[in-house]
């Protein structure tokens, strides 16, 4: 359609003006619901970081400063006034001496390699005790890292309860082994022990009865061995087989004597079980 | 030298002797402490008593032929 040279000109500039103005209205309209909407979400965000036991940090690599947010007099002890200031060498100090290095070394390393930096290390809080940390920070450009420092105490706290009670279970069944053990050591000793005590009189006097032939053994070899002996004077020979006679002659009556107990017990055995 | 081996030798007799009535005293001390019938006590009690006399024997004997 052909533009009409009279006063469409001026309807067109008109209509391009109001446009304008309108896209204008849409675009400031649209920007400022945007920022609500970021509004919203930052208050969203911080409400869940401060009831959250997280620390956020944003840390210029060039300066060392660090902007803290979240629930910072939760995780460190210090109010936020106290701990704004904290900066990265203020940060190191806090770790626990033991951990310090490693978190110093993996720091410096994340950086360099530019990869994530995970850690878990003991930072001390204002009281002086220490809450375990699992630290979590990301390269966003080339000066700046940002993370979450997050307090795992309770976490850690519960491991460490689980592995004592585990250590406990494992004793327990140690200490089972070892008490049964013992029982076993014991029942043996209880069955020998009755095993001896099932042994007849009988069978007792005859091992004493075997210990005084032994000895008649002994004695008649001695006696035989004395007699020739040249070594040994008449007078002392004399008193020697004399000795050994009186030796023989009770040790024999011994054997006679446990040979009627064991008849004894034989008969006395006999009655009880007519 | 034989001399000396023989006299060694009963020597060593002499002491298996004394060892021998020591374990039947010891045997006898055993018997006791768990022995109940009073007849078998009395006699195993005196043969004991014998046997104590039977180690004094045997060291005199030893000492006789030292």
Redesign the interface.
Request: hydrophobic share 45%; proline share 0%; charged share 30%.
């Given at each position: 359609m052909a533009i009409k040279p009279t006063g469409s000109n001026k309807r067109l500039s008109q209509k391009t003006k109001a446009s304008a103005q309108g896209r204008q209205v849409d675009l400031a309209v649209t920007g400022s619901a945007a920022l609500k909407k970021l509004t919203e979400l930052e208050i969203r965000y911080r409400v869940a970081l401060e009831n959250s036991k997280q620390l956020l940090y944003d840390l210029n690599l060039k300066t060392g400063r660090i902007v803290w947010s979240g629930n910072i007099s939760s995780v460190t002890g210090y109010s936020p006034a106290e701990f704004i200031d904290c900066d990265l060498a203020r940060w190191e100090k806090l770790i626990h001496p033991d951990d310090r290095k490693l978190a110093a070394k993996l720091l410096a390393k994340a950086i360099k390699t530019r990869t994530k930096y995970h850690i878990e290390y003991r930072f001390r809080r204002k009281n002086g005790q220490y809450a375990f940390i699992e630290d979590a920070g990301v390269l966003v450009d080339k000066q700046r890292m940002v993370g979450t420092m997050n307090d795992v105490s309770q976490l850690k706290e519960k491991i460490n309860q689980l592995e004592r009670v585990n250590d406990l279970m494992v004793g327990r069944e140690l200490k089972m082994v070892e008490l049964k053990e013992k029982i076993r050591a014991l029942t043996g000793k209880a069955k020998a022990a009755s095993k001896a005590k099932r042994r007849s009189?009988s069978d007792?006097f005859k091992?004493?009865v075997a210990?005084?032939e032994?000895?008649i053994w002994?004695?008649n070899?001695?006696y035989r061995?004395?007699v020739?002996?040249?070594?040994?004077s008449f007078f002392?020979k004399r008193?020697?087989k004399a000795?050994?006679s009186?030796?023989t002659k009770?040790?024999v009556s011994?054997r006679r004597?446990?040979n009627?107990?064991i008849n004894?017990?034989r008969n006395?055995k006999q009655k009880s079980a007519d | 030298m034989n001399?000396i081996k023989?006299?060694n030798?009963?020597i060593k007799?002499?002491s298996?002797?004394y060892l021998?009535?020591k374990?039947?005293k010891e045997?006898?001390d055993d018997?006791l402490i768990t022995?109940k019938?009073d007849?078998?006590r009395k006699?195993?009690s005196?043969?004991r008593n014998?046997e104590i006399k039977?180690m004094k024997?045997?060291k005199?004997?030893l000492n006789?032929?030292k």
């Open positions: 009189w007792k091992e004493a210990m005084e032994d000895v002994q004695l070899d001695t061995r004395a020739e002996e040249s070594t040994i002392k008193q020697a000795l050994l009186q030796l009770e040790s011994h004597k446990i009627s107990l004894y017990e006395k | 001399e023989n006299k030798r009963l007799m002499m298996d002797l021998l009535e374990q039947a045997l006898y018997f022995l019938d007849k078998a006699i195993i005196q043969i014998d039977h024997m045997a005199a004997l006789l032929v």
